[in-house]
């Protein structure tokens, strides 16, 4: 930013001979892989973890209803079946009493006393005092009321030459004379088929839920390689690398078919990069000369004597233009190959905060001229992997634009310190500055507020600052300093990145 003025030539005389300084110290020696570091990422909520998790409980509950219905009309047909059974028998002895009376069912009875070894049937016809009268068991079952229709028990019979507890289901009517007929059937084996049904049934959802928590954990796992696969080849091509692309797998399933689209359009997006950077690398180096040309011819002009007034006033303000103009030119080419450098920038390790002390130093003069007080407070010393050059000139445009916009008898201070495995670099100031709702637009080039429009410059400052961010993974905020403005850049220390790609020093 041309401020003009024999002060201000000095200043930026003497930044360039830092920039270059930084520059030839850079060129000293060139790393064979340059590749971008990570920032910070918040934690990802995993979808594909909470998709596979609703898939397991959707699948158990349903196999588990399933299983459960099976399982229950399973036992109501058996129940039916044996109640059938005992209803067709009752049905029988109610005839035979009704044709021969007592002594014709008591006949009956007896006859079918023995029927508990080869059917399991139970019969007992009793006296209305509970005195038994004919059937093989022995009493009435003291747990059974005679007013009940059906009733469950259990007796105790001889099985494999020990005493075994049986289960029975039997109907009980009531007989003219006062006399109840219990007849009923074993229902162990239905018993024991319910038992085995339960267990299959329990095994089979476990059996199910493990499987479908498997197949989640699968198919989730698979996903999330995917993805950040997908988002380590994003963080390239965001950071320089427009030749990487997208993984595509012989799966040829809807993630390869997204991945070939987008392949297709970053080569078109890169061709046209590509274009449009040689087309603006070629126009900005070609306005250089002639620029420079006529810079010269006006310089060698106001040495010769004689000059009126007004024409000197007149090329000194044409002088001033052309500065202004060289240097924005200047300075969108620097963004320009900030952004499309990527991978081939050389980096060394470079103490950041040796290197804003320098140049606080150097801007201290111009600061006391327009009695502003510049100062550093940080550490002594705090390096990152990256390029000097770039990081000294953004540190000079954060201090260039603090300086141009704090108001005579204000304070600017710089900062730099290591935290954890990042280093931050402050500039803050108490000067007017930036609206909240401003803060994400000034950082595009050529964005100024309506306030600064008589200030000298293009906002193409903070701008550079941003580009020289991006390429070093870092982040940059715009903060309220309560009052003026905080600049906040975020830079990461280590030099192992997310994608396996990582600066080398030389």
């Given at each position: 930013m041309y401020r003009g003025?024999?002060?201000?030539?000095?200043?930026?005389?003497?930044?360039?001979?830092?920039?270059?300084s930084s520059e030839r110290m850079t060129e000293a020696g060139r790393p064979d892989a340059v590749g971008p570091t990570t920032r910070p990422r918040p934690r990802m909520r995993l979808s594909t973890s909470r998709l596979a998790t609703l898939f397991i409980v959707i699948f158990a509950v349903g196999v588990t209803l399933v299983l459960t219905a099976v399982y229950f009309l399973t036992a109501r047909v058996l129940d039916n079946e044996v109640d059938a059974v005992i209803n067709s028998e009752v049905n029988n002895l109610v005839d035979d009493y009704s044709r021969g009376g007592l002594l014709q069912l008591v006949a009956t009875l007896h006859r079918r006393a023995d029927g508990w070894g080869r059917t399991g049937a139970v019969y007992l016809l009793v006296e209305n005092n509970g005195f038994p009268i004919a059937g093989n068991l022995a009493r009435w079952p003291q747990v059974v009321s005679r007013y009940n229709d059906w009733v469950e028990f259990e007796i105790d019979a001889s099985d494999a030459g020990g005493s075994v507890s049986h289960p029975v289901r039997a109907q009980i009517i009531r007989l003219p004379?006062?006399?109840?007929?219990?007849?009923?059937?074993?229902?162990?084996?239905r018993s024991r088929l319910a038992s085995r049904l339960r267990t299959a049934m329990f095994w089979g959802v476990g059996a199910s839920v493990l499987l479908a928590t498997l197949?989640?954990?699968?198919?989730?796992?698979?996903?999330?390689?995917?993805?950040k696969a997908v988002a380590a080849t994003c963080e390239s091509i965001m950071a320089g690398n427009l030749s990487q692309r997208l993984p595509?797998?012989?799966?040829?399933?809807?993630?390869?078919?997204?991945?070939?689209?987008?392949?297709?359009?970053?080569?078109t997006i890169e061709q046209q990069t590509e274009t449009l950077r040689t087309t603006f690398d070629s126009a900005a180096h070609d306005l250089r000369a002639p620029l420079y040309r006529a810079r010269?011819?006006?310089?060698?002009?106001?040495?010769?004597?004689?000059?009126?007034?007004?024409?000197?006033?007149?090329m000194d303000a044409t002088l001033a233009e052309l500065?202004?103009?060289?240097?924005?030119?200047?300075?969108?080419?620097?963004?320009?190959?900030?952004?499309?450098?990527?991978?081939?920038?050389?980096?060394e390790d470079v103490d950041v905060a040796a290197l804003a002390q320098e140049l606080v130093e150097l801007y201290q003069p111009e600061a006391g001229n327009r009695n502003i007080s510049l100062d550093y407070r940080g550490d002594a010393t705090a390096s990152v992997h990256g390029n000097r050059q770039l990081l000294a000139q953004a540190v000079v445009n954060l201090l260039e634009n603090a300086i141009k916009y704090v108001p005579e008898g204000g304070k600017v201070e710089a900062s730099v310190r290591t935290i954890g495995d990042s280093l931050t670099l402050t500039v803050a100031d108490n000067g007017p500055g930036i609206p909240e709702a401003d803060r994400a637009r000034i950082l595009q080039p050529f964005v100024r507020l309506d306030r600064d429009r008589d200030q000298v410059g293009s906002g193409l400052g903070l701008s550079l600052v941003a580009a020289v961010m991006r390429l070093h993974r870092a982040t940059i905020e715009l903060l309220d300093n309560h009052p003026g403005l905080l600049v906040r850049c975020v830079l990461p220390v280590r030099k192992e990145v997310a994608t396996g790609v990582a600066f080398v020093t030389p």
């Open positions: 003025g024999g002060a201000g030539r000095r200043t930026m005389a003497a930044t360039s001979e830092v920039l270059q004379g006062n006399r109840w007929l219990l007849v009923g059937t074993d229902i162990l084996d197949f989640g954990l699968s198919y989730s796992r698979r996903i999330r390689r995917r993805v595509v797998e012989p799966a040829h399933d809807e993630f390869d078919a997204l991945a070939t689209a987008v392949n297709r359009m970053l080569e010269v011819r006006i310089e060698e002009s106001l040495q010769h004597e004689g000059l009126a007034d007004n024409v000197r006033e007149t500065d202004r103009v060289q240097r924005t030119l200047g300075t969108l080419l620097q963004i320009a190959q900030t952004d499309g450098r990527g991978r081939d920038v050389p980096t």
